[in-house]
């Protein structure tokens, strides 16, 4: 169908007709020098820190220093047609974010703007990326668990809603594997996901979205992406702008994950904002304020009091290290911010255990008390288990002829557990499953069976509890933990499982 | 500006002494007229603003050539900025001192951009209306630039009111897009 081009016309002349000639009324400021991003602004002696201003070219700017003849500006976009002697207006407000169910499925930019080509996010709600934590009155116990259908993890560091759980580990290491499981495992829950990719390869960010989108697990997440070709600006926005989506959904009383993938590169950007703003560099050239930096962006995550909903944000910021060192500045920093951490082994992983979640390294303070109790019951000796283990198997190594019965089952224990840990990518793990797997190889059910069918006792278990005992299964998931009768029920299954069925089968 | 915060300090330092001596726009006076001398004469310019010369002879100048038109407090200011090799700052240094002085007798300069001249009568009225917007006593400076085509901007200091047909035609093709 053809547009007339007397109905165009007819448009354009209402436009103009009804135009409203208004008065443009501003502050202003000079642009003094610009470059990498930063511009030194003469003026603007009323603007105030953090505030957006607005460039002739229609970028906009955020004010970091505030001199007693000028101001330093952080240009959030290109700066190439910005000039010196230009103009800069003020806006008199602060930056924000589109937020709410609009957002959901969307990939988005770090400042909310949909760089997915699906169209615009068409929503009214805003909100300020930078906001204050709740208090401690506004807050409460981090109780609930946030499953992330991961054995090595809701077994050993659970993570509640609210919690904030570090994961680090050198790169390669698996890191985000974990985030995203994590988020997978989320499918059928009443969580939303925010994932936060900074300083990632666009093509990394692409295969992650692609990767939720198969799951369907898209629409009830969020992708904020400030990728590594983008202006350190963007970077150092990203985790707030993600942060804002979170916020807005946990101040609704609803439930959210949020993922930083990864803090190290967010520091990094920071750093070099804040050193070509001459700012005064500080350990491993970091700025002095790099700990506020992400301390306020990860105090905003938490559990609310039931007066302000209840709603939760829990936080799983990844940080990176080299070579194992989770000495240094950034990774100590964030590590005494949150409320533990996933520590990912490169060994470990090169030796083939995946989630390489160093057992020993790993904490979570707070999210013991928001286990499930069935897991927690189950899992109870796992980790003595295994602590017992690695102190011996680091002595079998040196002579294990010599050793007594009671240490060479120990021995096969762990091994055991170890195999049993292991999991494979995108499949998470439902609760109920875990607690029957982790209660076969925690009492023993799995001693008799070689190392490498763990495996497939574990899948075939699965199986055997899903097709003949469904209702074990069922109850365990109701009840979220495990009585005498139901403990009964589930050791006769394993023990039916591991003498008959699976030995049949192996014969 | 060249450096505002060692302009400000020199400025701050002169205002004061003036204001002891109740002599503020006597000084303002003074000043200007040593920087538009130096501005409008290039051999002077080049004598006063040269590296190779030395502070005493630059003084020398100065004081031979200003001793009679200048009153002491301005003749020995400008001496010290020679002193300190500062002579580049004295423009910004009297657009402070003259900001001071505006600020302490309620004046505002106010810079009224139009498209075409205006008659006195219309001018007049800007003037009035500004006063009843601020409450302070305006000091209009008229600027003629074509380009507006119609309109007015008025500002002062940082605040600017844009009501140019330029800027509005600006916004209408913004909308139009």
Known sequence: MAIKADEISQILRQQIESYQPEVHEATYGTVIKVGDNIATVYGLSEAYSGELLKFSNGVYGMVMNLEEDCIGCMVMGPDNDIREGDRVERTNRIADVPVGAAMFGRVVNALGQPIDGKGDIVTKERRTIEFTAPMVMDRQPVAQPMQTGLKAIDALVPIGRGQRELIIGDRQTGKTAIAIDAILNQKDTDVYCIYVAIGQRANAVATVVDTLKKHGVMDKCVVVAANANEPPSLLYLAPYTGCAIAEDLMYHGKHVLIIYDDLTKHAIAYREISLLLRRPPGREAFPGDVFYLHSRLLERSAKLSDELGGGSSTALPIIETQLGDVSAYIPTNVISITDGQIYLDADLFRSGNRPAVDVGLSVSRVGGSAQLKATKQVAGPLRVDLAQYRSLAAYAKLSADELDQVSRDQLARGDRITAVLNQKQYVPMPVEQMVAVLFAVTRGYMDKTPVSQIPRFEKEFISFMEHENKQILDSIKKEGKLDDKLMEQLGSCAEKFSSEVFAIEEA | ?177
């Open chain 2, 1 to 177: 500006m060249l450096n505002e915060a060692l302009s400000r300090r020199y400025a701050a330092a002169v205002y004061e002494m003036a204001a002891e001596q109740h002599t503020v726009p006597e000084i303002l006076e003074d000043l200007r007229l040593i920087h538009a001398t130096i501005a409008e004469n290039a051999e002077l310019k080049s004598a006063l603003f040269s590296p190779t010369l030395g502070a005493d002879v630059k003084q020398n100048i100065a004081q031979q050539l200003f001793s009679k038109h200048v009153r002491a407090l301005a003749l020995h200011f400008y001496m010290l900025l020679l002193k300190k090799d500062r002579e580049a700052y004295l423009g910004d240094i009297i657009a402070l001192y003259s900001d001071q002085y505006n600020k302490d007798n309620g004046i505002l300069e106010v810079k009224l951009e139009v498209a075409a001249e205006i008659d006195p009568q219309l001018e007049a009225l800007v003037v009035t209306n500004l006063t009843k917007m601020t409450g302070k006593r305006i000091d209009l400076n008229v600027e003629v630039h074509p380009e507006l085509v119609g309109g007015a901007v008025v500002s002062a200091g940082e605040h600017y009111y844009d009501g140019s047909l330029k800027n509005q035609l600006a916004e209408l093709y913004k909308q139009l897009k």
